[in-house]
């Protein structure tokens, strides 16, 4: 069943079923196949179980593991028995009956829409002009099991002995009835996967739209297996589309992390795991990618979500979607692909400290341009109808650009996770005019100092040339500089931020037209807000912010939106910084008319943590975006300064947790 499973094959035809032992209750002696009958999504032709089985417990025990079981009723009408391999009849009713290869078909395609990972039991009865005579065997049976007992034989040499005194007594009857039984199961179980194939066909008749609404979808232009997620806990967590506060497009990984761990008698005892060589380490397992870290964080807040990703059908992808579904979330948004992806994953080698040495991530399955994200995701998004949508670097550049187009269509906000470096930069296909456009592309970004360096290095390389509206905020830019107060503010800055990090002020106030909300991880040293202030935001006339807000040289009334309608008159007239004469529109600069001013403030740490109360780093930034837009989500939203703060006391949970996201920041729901 397993082979049969993995290599993508519904239908398995066999001789006979293992079953419950005489005993069974006493001796624990179950036939492995049942136990997988219960965890491996294949249909099971059979003759049924032998009749010195307990076929009553047999059938209890299947139901017990979430199989269906039915039984062809082959040319008999109303309730039949459930055969007994070498007989027709057991005694024992069959749960269900069905009458053709059609009907077997229905319920196969039926249940993989379903989110169950069981398999199915149909029974199929020997030919009645082989099958012998229920009262016969019953005799047969009483004997074989009365020499076992005589003999003493137990355990797994039980049923050759049973089967070879079986043979015995029968005179060989059982041999020939033994061949006819499988080659018709054989030709039964080759129909059912014909009509099976039929349905499959027909299904894909309207091959751009979603296949099911069950827990996991599959995407109609990949095959359509069986994609069960196991029917254990799904009962109170299957729901379907529905209104959500927050959207989360990104990746779902299973994460392994690597902890070096050196044997104390070793030279190198502390500090990084050695290259090019084997290493000791505590390595754990568990359910990551960025999209889902911040899922989670959201579902532990109980913030109305919807996540949505792809895993590929393999054994990965079935255990993420079942830890989600254990975790009692939502996963109709989780697309099943069938066209050789494998699903994603991510390993990190952390040092004795837990810190990132280097990590490798395989989120391939997320970066296909020639995926229609609209037509695979749109309805999900659409019928959300969310305040917020999060997206994760994790998608390719045009899936990216179709994420944040649907979500700015609806109305949603956008919140921007780079995710890693090399990946920070493909948001910027936003644009189609870098050189000459400023365009907000999210309302907010999260990225570490690394990521954030590389977003600028980008903008500088992409869009800075001398005919380009750019100027306008790098002039808007250079009349901070004699601003006092933005002096004042750069010097403490500069007291506070370690050496590496002081180019971090620069690089978010130059981005600040993409994302005018800029949040700049900076590990210990706290997170650096960056934020274009709208012309009614309170913090503009609150004495207490006034430390952080800075309108450039001048009047505080020649807000940000009127200087920039005044340098953009300047350049109009500046024919050597136009000198292809080109004039520069409004609209090259509407993302900043709206706005009155800069607000820069640095949060320290939340807490001190010490080094032997670090357990890992991962998921610690996608714990703080959670939180984060857990509480922007609500009818009435705390102030930002406020929920800044409550998402690093939920980093820190996760920074001391096993988990890639802490449970217990559940703590933080009555706070945001």
């Not at 006493?26 to 089985?53: H, Q, W, Y």
């Not at 007989?87 to 024992?92: A, F, K, L, N, P």
């Not at 229905?106 to 030919?127: C, D, E, M, R, T």
Request: glycine share 8%.
């Amino acid at each position: 069943m397993l082979l049969a499973h993995l290599a993508g094959i519904k239908v398995f035809a066999t001789g006979g079923l293992g079953g419950v032992h005489k005993e069974g209750q006493n001796s624990m002696d179950i036939s492995a196949d049942l136990t997988e009958l219960g965890r491996t999504p294949v249909a099971v032709v059979s003759s049924g179980c032998k009749s010195f089985l307990d076929i009553p417990r047999t059938l209890e025990y299947l139901e017990t593991q979430g199989v269906c079981v039915a039984t062809f009723a082959d040319g008999r009408t109303g309730a039949v028995d459930l055969p007994a391999f070498w007989t027709r009849d057991s005694g024992v009713s069959s749960p269900k009956t069905i009458y053709n290869e059609a009907d077997a078909a229905a319920i196969i395609y039926a249940q993989s829409k379903l989110p169950v990972l069981s398999g199915l039991l149909f029974a199929n009865p020997i030919p009645e002009e082989y099958s012998l005579s229920k009262s016969k065997m019953d005799h047969v049976m009483s004997e074989a099991i009365r020499s076992v007992e005589e003999s003493g034989m137990s355990g797994s040499n039980n049923t050759p002995f049973v089967l070879a005194k079986i043979r015995e007594l029968t005179g060989g009857a059982t041999v020939k009835a033994n061949s006819v039984l499988v080659e018709n199961n054989v030709i039964r179980g080759t129909r059912v996967a014909v009509e099976l194939a039929k349905l499959e066909v027909n299904g894909k008749d309207n091959s751009n739209r979603r296949k099911s609404t069950g827990v996991v979808e599959v995407l109609a232009q990949t095959s359509d297996l069986p994609q069960q997620i196991s029917n254990k806990k799904t009962s109170a967590s299957i729901r379907t589309q529905q209104q959500a506060d927050v959207f989360v497009a990104g990746s779902l990984a299973i994460d392994i992390t690597c902890n070096y761990n050196p044997d104390r008698k070793a030279k190198n005892k502390f500090g990084t795991p050695e290259m090019h060589t084997s290493n000791p380490a505590i390595v754990t397992q568990s359910l990551g990618g960025v999209g889902q870290n911040v899922a989670a964080a959201l579902h532990y807040l109980r913030t109305p979500l919807q996540f949505c990703s792809a895993v590929a059908d393999d054994a990965s992808g079935q255990t993420a979607v079942q830890m989600l579904v254990d975790r009692g979330m939502r996963v109709d948004g989780v697309k099943l692909l069938q066209d050789g992806s494998r699903t994603a994953q991510y390993i990190a080698f952390n040092d004795t400290d837990n810190e990132l040495v280097i990590a490798m991530a395989d989120m391939r399955i997320l970066e296909n341009e020639q995926r229609d994200v609209s037509a695979v995701w749109g309805p999900n998004l659409a019928s959300s109808k969310p305040r917020w949508l999060v997206v994760d670097a994790n998608w390719d550049s045009l899936s990216l650009k179709q994420w944040i187009t649907m979500g700015k269509a609806i109305g949603a906000k956008v919140a921007f996770e780079p995710v890693s470096v090399g990946k920070s930069c493909r948001i910027f296909a936003q644009i189609s005019d870098l050189k000459r456009r400023l365009v907000h592309i999210a309302d907010l970004a999260t990225p570490n100092t690394s990521e954030l360096r590389a977003m600028y290095d980008y903008i500088s390389q992409h869009g800075h040339r001398d005919e380009s509206a750019v100027n306008i905020w790098t002039l808007y830019l250079n009349s901070l500089k004699p601003e006092e107060r933005f002096k004042r503010a750069q010097h403490q800055l500069a007291d506070v931020l370690k050496a590496e990090d002081k180019f971090i002020v620069g690089c978010s106030l130059r981005l600040l037209p993409y994302f005018p909300c800029i949040l700049t991880k900076i590990g210990s040293s706290g997170v650096l807000l960056t934020e274009l202030l709208r012309k009614d935001d309170i913090r503009l006339t609150d004495s207490r912010a006034t430390p952080h807000v800075f309108y450039g040289e001048g009047s505080e009334e020649l807000r940000l939106g009127t200087r920039v309608q005044s340098l953009l008159g300047t350049l109009r007239r500046q024919t050597d910084i136009n000198p292809d004469g080109r004039l520069y529109f409004e609209e090259d600069c509407d993302c900043l008319q709206d706005y009155a001013g800069i607000y820069m403030r640095l949060f320290p740490p939340a807490e001190t943590v010490r080094q032997d109360e670090i357990v890992s780093v991962n998921g610690v930034g996608d714990t703080f975006l959670g939180v984060l837009v857990a509480g922007l989500a609500k009818d009435n939203p705390k102030p930002l300064d406020e929920l800044v703060m409550l998402a690093q006391r939920g980093s820190i949970m996760t920074l001391k947790s096993t988990e890639s996201v802490s449970t217990e920041i559940s703590s933080l729901r009555a706070l945001i």
